[in-house]
């Protein structure tokens, strides 16, 4: 049974700092791009940043230079390290994982949010 587990999120001051943290089991890690989405109340899900099986990295552009992703293989985790925080981050942060297997199947999977409030 795949799991992805999120923690982390809380509320924060504008221009702090957070970082969330994702935990996997049940798929073989290593071989999974994961990525950080957020939804914030009426809006669509947005992809904020993810990482490759080879550590290719890419970013939104609203958050380029504040957030960074990372992940451990040996811990079959995924950061997200978010700093200089503005209101305007505030949503539910969702895990994911996801691996096309060579005959195109898609595996894809999500964790069950965590909540991030930046307000003073």
């Known amino acids: 049974q795949v799991q992805l587990v999120e923690s982390g999120g809380g509320l924060v001051q504008p221009g702090g700092s957070l970082r969330i943290t994702c935990t996997a089991s049940?798929?073989?890690?290593?071989?999974?791009?994961m990525g950080w989405y957020r939804q914030a109340p009426g809006k669509e899900r947005e992809l904020v940043a993810d990482?490759?099986?080879?550590?290719?990295?890419n970013y939104r552009d609203s958050v380029k230079g504040r957030f960074t992703i990372s992940r451990d293989n040996a811990k079959n985790t995924v950061y997200l390290q978010m700093n200089s925080l503005e209101p305007e981050d505030t949503a539910v942060y969702y895990c994911n994982a996801r691996y096309t297997r060579r005959d195109a199947t898609l595996y894809d999977y999500w964790g069950q949010g965590t909540q991030v409030t930046v307000s003073s």
């Open positions: 990482i490759d099986s080879g550590d290719n990295i």
């Open positions: 049940g798929i073989s890690f290593s071989r999974y791009a």
